[in-house]
């Protein structure tokens, strides 16, 4: 399809939103991308769609535009399209244009980053900034985890300005342990860092902190073990008992205790 087809199409969805008749300018997006997957013409595609998108979130039509979002990303999965610059590029600017509050955010942030872009960080960053936008902390930080160094900056800011509703104690635990649980390890120090400069948690617990993540960077399970006898991890820190499960199999090869049933007992009798 020509790139004077496109802009005609896109120019009729214009005029569908400035009469706003959305449904009309919905169909009409749909209909014509339908027809070019046909002729797997998919940069003609994404571009239609982008633009459209576009035009419907910034009218505040959040729902048509987000339906057009799932369909880029069905396109980039489907046809193996590449996570760089332009992709990733459309996705973060039609991302923060979606009503952070509407429940469909989770739905493409869920779409983007367990079919197409998996463990990409910028994205990840991008849907951590808009949860956060839509005042959901919970999948703000579960994104921000996974971002990049400015992710860990960000939910350092934010978690200076929590307390002392909440102890600093124990969200510079949750971060820092959210933080190892996805093995990003910069993003604990860039955290630590910044609660540190902030002067709102005491040195003990920095220390602490601190020294937990250099000995999760050793992978020394030794090293660990005796870490962990002159602290009781999952005394001190049992909110966080899956984290530190999940970190000592990852980093130390230690894997939880299982008790045994019956019929195993009885097997190691026979």
Same mark, same amino acid.
Do not use: F, G
């Given at each position: 399809m020509s790139s004077q087809s496109i802009d005609k199409t896109v120019s009729r969805v214009n005029q569908f939103?400035?009469?706003? &008749? *959305? *449904?009309e300018a919905? &169909?009409? +997006?749909?209909?014509? +991308?339908n027809r070019l997957l046909r002729k797997k013409d998919y940069g003609s595609a994404i571009g239609l769609l982008y633009s459209s998108a576009l035009l419907l979130l910034k009218a505040g039509q959040s729902g048509s535009g987000s339906d057009l979002i799932l369909y880029i990303l069905k396109i980039y999965t489907d046809a193996k399209i590449k996570v760089d610059g332009p992709s990733k590029g459309r996705i973060a600017e039609l991302v923060y244009q +979606?009503?952070?509050t509407d429940t469909v955010l989770k739905q493409i942030a869920m779409q983007t980053m367990r079919s197409w872009a998996v463990g990409e960080a910028d994205l990840s960053h991008v849907f951590g900034v808009q949860f956060l936008r839509g005042g959901n902390l919970v999948d703000a930080e579960r994104y921000l985890f996974q971002g990049s160094v400015d992710s860990a900056i960000l939910m350092?800011? +934010?978690h200076e300005k929590l307390q002392p509703q909440i102890p600093i104690d124990h969200l510079m635990a949750r971060a820092v342990f959210g933080y190892l649980a996805v093995q990003n390890i910069r993003g604990a120090y860039a955290y630590i860092q910044v609660i540190e400069?902030?002067?709102v948690a005491n040195a003990d617990s920095l220390d602490l902190m601190r020294m937990f993540v250099e000995t999760c960077q050793t992978k020394d399970a030794q090293l660990?073990?005796?870490f962990t006898q002159i602290l009781d991890l999952k005394s001190t820190f049992g909110d966080f008992s899956g984290a530190i499960q999940v970190i000592e199999k990852d980093y130390f090869q230690i894997f939880p205790y299982?008790?045994?049933?019956?019929s195993d007992l009885l097997g190691g009798m026979m």
């Open positions: 939103i400035a009469e706003a &008749q *959305y *449904y919905h &169909q009409a +997006v749909r209909t014509v +991308v +979606v009503d952070p350092a800011n +934010v400069m902030a002067n660990y073990k005796r299982k008790q045994p049933s019956l």
